[in-house]
């Protein structure tokens, strides 16, 4: 079963707008990593916040992870039409011989020029 | 620019045959990922590698599907035989296999159509 759950589902923006993601998950974690996939293409590692930190940023990408609520958020800012893509978040529990991310259903952007 | 990289791209075959997908990881990287996404279940894990081993294969039919990596560039996933409910994308992704920091590499699928 996936741990993830992504909300909302699907997305839609006017470029300029800023996109809020949000993600809930249920066991203890690691860390947790955000992916974007483009229409047919595989998944891009986008950003991993660990469970020891509250908010990290990379460009135009703001992630926030609160571990008492079990939850995370994206955050895109001034978006683009080239980010219209799947957002997934994946969690990481680590430790011993799990390597393995277990991804969410993801939501998917759509920004309209 | 090291990327992970998936043969074929596009398969189409009839139900009842046999499906061979690969898989060559970044070199370096020490964990290797099944996945198939579909619609209706998302992103599935179906088994994973780390230092050639199975580390975990709980995700996959084990009357059909089987994985092995014969050596450290090539990942192989094999369905026999296939059926209509297997078509969907089958991702490979490797890592570093850090214990605490993983992150993964995906490459980018073959697309599986079964007949």
């Known amino acids: 079963s996936q741990q993830g759950e992504e909300d909302p589902q699907a997305l839609s923006i006017q470029e300029g707008e800023n996109a809020t993601m949000n993600c809930s998950y249920k066991?203890?974690?690691?860390?947790l990593q955000w992916y974007r996939q483009n229409s047919g293409r595989g998944l891009v590692h986008l950003i991993l916040i660990r469970s020891n930190e509250r908010e990290k940023h990379s460009g135009r990408l703001r992630v926030t992870l609160d571990t008492s609520k079990k939850s995370s958020s994206l955050l895109i800012t001034a978006s683009r039409a080239a980010d219209t893509a799947s957002y997934f978040c994946?969690?990481?529990?680590?430790?011993?011989?799990?390597?393995?991310?277990?991804f969410g259903k993801g939501t998917l952007l759509t920004v309209n020029p | 620019d090291a990327r992970v990289t998936q043969t074929p791209r596009h398969k189409v075959t009839e139900m009842g045959q046999e499906v061979t997908m690969r898989c060559q990881p970044i070199?370096?990287?020490?964990?290797v990922f099944w996945y198939r996404q579909t619609m209706m279940q998302g992103l599935e894990l179906l088994a994973y590698?780390?230092?050639?081993?199975?580390?975990?294969d709980s995700g996959m039919p084990k009357d059909r599907f089987s994985a092995e990596m014969p050596d450290a560039t090539l990942a192989t996933l094999k369905i026999q035989p296939s059926e209509p409910r297997d078509s969907a994308v089958y991702f490979c992704?490797?890592?570093?296999?850090?214990?605490?920091?993983?992150?993964?590499?995906f490459g980018p699928g073959t697309r599986l159509t079964v007949l």
């Open positions: 590698f780390r230092n050639r081993a199975p580390l975990d």
């Open positions: 070199l370096g990287h020490n964990t």
């Open positions: 066991t203890s974690i690691n860390n």
């Open positions: 992704a490797s890592g570093l296999g850090s214990t605490y920091t993983d992150t993964q590499y």
């Open positions: 994946a969690t990481f529990g680590g430790g011993g011989s799990n390597y393995k991310l277990t």
